[in-house]
């Protein structure tokens, strides 16, 4: 078994990575941080894993013996799987209680695989920045097509929107789009995807650590808009490029397959999230605007005669796990 977090040497960063089940992804990823990491004195890996039961620890800890990576790579192996926030938090909570200040952490998913200069760029962006509380990559496909990466809170017309699909309206709507279109340059944003997501340690300091509640999605959404309520802005860096092979520990993003029905710990995570930040009415006017666009959107793809591209049982699923169902308890 790989040593655990050594909190007694200065870390200048951070990296924090939670494994489930995906072991052979996140030794790719290892592999990939090598040299990126002995670019940077001071920084350190530690990797979470979220209690996969399939061997995954013991295959990341042979790789750890194997490649000698024990200088600046430690396996933390959780008791249970309390989701993306707990396992993140696992990492960084030891890290904030260290009498020796870590400067940054760099939260990175298993199944990205990081380009060259990847977090050097993030990490220079925020030490010329100290304003900015947190920064995101340009996350990309292997053939280096971009992915969304930068986004908008979640509102109510931005829900309308998404449910209704119609390019008239979505024109119309475009500053509410959560899903803006994808710049080439740096830019302030609302909030950045959690696989690769750099943070400041003063934030943490200012608003406390990702919220364990949500089991899995809106956790990073949530942190940054807490973070953004606190003075902190959240910028995108397009200079830091990491490849993203989306949904392979949860399988709900990856749209190289055919949709899956949501999970409902996806609907729990947004309910959470309105309701938290916003309140019944506000939530219950999200949802309406959700259901009733997708309703719309649902009868003119049949007379339009359109694919059905749409996970399973989506709109009854999205219904009976809405505030007026569930009600409005968090």
Same mark, same amino acid.
């Given at each position: ?52 039961? /399939? ?9 750890? /013996?194997?490649?000698?990576? =024990? ?46 200069? #990847?977090? %050097? +760029?993030?990490?220079?962006?925020? !030490? ?20 969304? @990466? ?18 008239? #309206? ?16 740096? !830019?302030?944003?609302?909030?950045? #995807?959690? +696989? ?9 300091? @200012? ?19 807490? #973070? =953004?309520? +606190? ?9 830091? =490029?990491?490849? =993203?092979?989306?949904?392979? &520990? ?9 949709? %899956? ?6 609907? /729990? ?22 259901? &009733? ?16 591209? /749409? ?20």
């Amino acid at each position: 078994m790989s040593n655990m977090v050594q909190l007694d040497q200065a870390t200048t960063l951070l990296v924090v990575v939670l494994n489930y089940r995906t072991a052979a992804l996140t030794i790719d990823c290892l592999h990939a941080l090598a040299e990126e990491i002995s670019a940077i004195p001071g920084s350190y890996v530690v990797v979470t894993d979220n209690a996969s039961g /399939d061997g995954s620890v013991e295959k990341i800890a042979a790789a750890i /013996d194997t490649n000698q990576w =024990h200088e600046w790579v430690a396996l933390m192996p959780l008791e249970h799987n309390g989701g993306f926030a707990f396992g993140n938090n696992a990492a960084i909570r030891p890290a904030l209680e260290s009498t020796i200040p870590c400067p940054y952490v760099l939260l990175l998913n298993p199944d990205t695989v990081i380009r060259p200069g #990847a977090v %050097k +760029a993030l990490l220079d962006f925020m !030490h010329e920045q100290p304003e900015v509380g947190i920064a995101g990559s340009r996350l990309e496909d292997l053939d280096t097509t971009s992915q969304q @990466s930068a986004f908008r809170f979640p509102n109510v017309l931005g829900e309308l929107d998404f449910g209704l699909r119609l390019g008239i #309206a979505s024109k119309l709507l475009a500053q509410w789009a959560v899903v803006p279109q994808v710049a080439d340059h740096p !830019h302030q944003t609302d909030w950045v #995807a959690g +696989a690769s997501m750099m943070i400041r340690r003063e934030v943490f300091d @200012s608003i406390g650590l990702l919220d364990e509640s949500y089991f899995m999605y809106f956790e990073e959404v949530d942190f940054c808009l807490r #973070a =953004h309520r +606190a003075g902190w802005s959240c910028w995108y860096v397009p200079q830091s =490029h990491v490849v =993203h092979f989306v949904g392979q &520990s949860s399988g709900v993003t990856d749209s190289k397959r055919p949709p %899956k029905r949501m999970p409902t710990y996806w609907f /729990d995570s947004r309910r959470r999230y309105f309701l938290k930040n916003h309140g019944w009415l506000y939530a219950a006017l999200a949802d309406a605007a959700w259901l &009733s666009g997708f309703t719309l959107w649902r009868w003119r793809r049949v007379i339009q005669r359109k694919p059905d591209t /749409d996970p399973p049982k989506i709109w009854s699923d999205f219904l009976l796990n809405s505030v007026f169902v569930r009600g409005g308890q968090i």
